[in-house]
């Protein structure tokens, strides 16, 4: 397929990976933001074709993950009541709330569906006057327009069974808490290139002038992710920091006007929670006062939870790169795609199910050999 | 081909922050809503156009949950590649990378 395979060449990314080890003198530790790219690096093994002195720590980028725990019991609460139709995408059905998740309560007999576009909420909503309609509207700013066209289309049809449930987070405010943070070790940002589609790149420029930080917006192929890297190498090599567009086949500068016009119509900017991470000041959107009849936290008084993570569950230091999914005790044991202990395990953009799915092999065999060498001795 | 199956993936699968690019087959327009027949590997989809009013047939867009975010800048692609494409080239000339 055109703009996939030629950016899939094994030639050309051998040659960057060449380039990138003779462009390094010293230690870097670069974050890609985007959990599709956490991904893209896991499944062709890129980290493996770095140089030692390159390491990448996966940031806080998966939508699925980072949706908090509230907000899945939320859901699960209004799956159960009969009169409700809940409308999600796929990847949150097994996601773990405080007790449950989806997928259980469509096995208790809950009417939860998949739908692929929020579009397609819309038209359930449509089809069932009978029945409130509740989409569960997750997204970073990728989704936000799509999402914000769904109520914008119930709202202008006059539709009275439609609702969503929202947990929109923010990329740059989840940067810059990073960037504050005292354990922060990340010199270096690969920015997400389909966020950066929709927003454009000017509160990214704001970053790397108060952090000093350089900033890369890179695409999701494996050539657009070792170019990014090598183009922070340079410049971290050189003492330079600055926005660069890797993925200017898709990125502009101003990015995608209609969408923000849409976003900004039908959201306003608010404090958001982080599964894992936390409250980060203005880091979310919620629906604006017009569209409170489509707000599902108003229509169903859902009123403020509060509830803990287990206990066992490392994602929260997972999702700001200081740990490694492998460093955790539960990593294929206890915790596995097929029965999650957090949500980063769950996601088809998280990163514990990205080494799950394309590392546990190695783990295993670097722990025989390690009990191995333990017992020569 | 061995990228079918992300790709299907990715348009049946539901991920929340992929986008994939395909190509415009067929244009429609349904009173102030456009969309379009596009065309992902052997798979088609209807997409909206409303983020992407200038796109238009044969055009390749980026598509996330259904929408079309962007429409794809042949010329900058065109050009960036060949730096990288040179960069390929030139890598196998060289002997193996050492272990």
């Not at chain 2, 994939?20 to 909206?48: D, T």
Request: aromatic share 6%.
């Amino acid at each position: 397929m055109k703009y996939l395979d030629e950016y899939r060449d094994h030639r050309i990314a051998r040659g960057l990976a060449t380039e990138i080890a003779q462009s390094t003198t010293q230690p870097w530790v670069l974050m890609e933001i985007c959990g599709g790219q956490t991904h893209t690096i896991m499944r062709y093994g890129l980290d493996e074709l770095l140089p030692r002195e390159i390491e990448i720590v996966h940031g806080p980028g998966c939508p699925v993950c980072v949706t908090p725990l509230e907000t899945v019991d939320k859901a699960i609460a209004l799956a159960l009541r009969p009169d409700v139709i809940l409308v999600s995408y796929g990847d949150m059905l097994r996601v773990p709330g405080s007790h449950s998740d989806l997928f259980r309560a469509k096995a208790q007999g809950a009417d939860v569906r998949i739908a692929y576009s929020p579009m397609e909420a819309v038209k359930i909503a449509r089809a069932n006057p009978e029945r409130k309609v509740v989409f569960l509207a997750i997204g970073f700013e990728t989704t936000a327009p799509a999402n914000a066209m769904a109520a914008w289309q119930a709202r202008s049809e006059g539709l009275t069974n439609f609702s969503l449930l929202v947990s929109h987070v923010l990329v740059p405010p989840a940067i810059r808490a990073l960037m504050v943070s005292q354990t922060n070790r990340v010199q270096g940002f690969i920015a997400p290139g389909h966020v950066c589609t929709v927003m454009g790149c000017a509160e990214y420029e704001s970053l790397v002038r108060d952090f000093r930080v350089p900033i890369v917006v890179g695409g999701f192929e494996p050539v657009d992710i070792l170019a990014a890297v090598l183009m922070l190498v340079r410049q971290l090599e050189a003492g330079e920091a600055r926005l660069e567009n890797q993925y200017v086949r898709s990125v502009s500068y101003q990015g995608n006007l209609p969408a923000q016009q849409l976003v900004g119509e039908v959201f306003e900017i608010g404090d958001q929670k982080w599964r894992g991470i936390g409250m980060i000041p203005q880091s979310g959107l919620r629906l604006r006062e017009e569209y409170a009849a489509f707000d599902a936290n108003r229509v169903f008084d859902l009123g403020e939870m509060s509830v803990d993570e287990p206990a066992e569950c490392i994602s929260a230091r997972v999702l700001q790169g200081l740990k490694k999914p492998t460093d955790c005790a539960a990593f294929g044991m206890r915790c596995t795609p097929e029965n999650p202990l957090g949500a980063p395990m769950v996601s088809t953009e998280g990163a514990c199910a990205a080494y799950y799915h394309y590392r546990r092999h190695a783990v295993v065999k670097q722990e025989k050999l390690c009990q191995q060498s333990l017992q020569a001795k | 081909m061995a990228v079918i199956p992300s790709v299907v993936l990715t348009v049946e699968g539901a991920t929340v922050c992929l986008a994939i690019p395909g190509k415009i087959l067929e244009i429609q327009e349904q009173g102030p809503l456009r969309a379009a027949r596009v065309q992902f590997g052997g798979i088609v989809r209807q997409v909206s156009l409303n983020f992407v009013p200038e796109a238009g047939l044969g055009d390749y867009v980026m598509v996330h949950v259904g929408f079309a975010i962007s429409r794809i800048d042949a010329a900058e692609a065109e050009r960036t590649y060949k730096v990288l494409e040179e960069m390929g080239e030139l890598e196998a000339e060289l002997p193996p990378a050492e272990a």
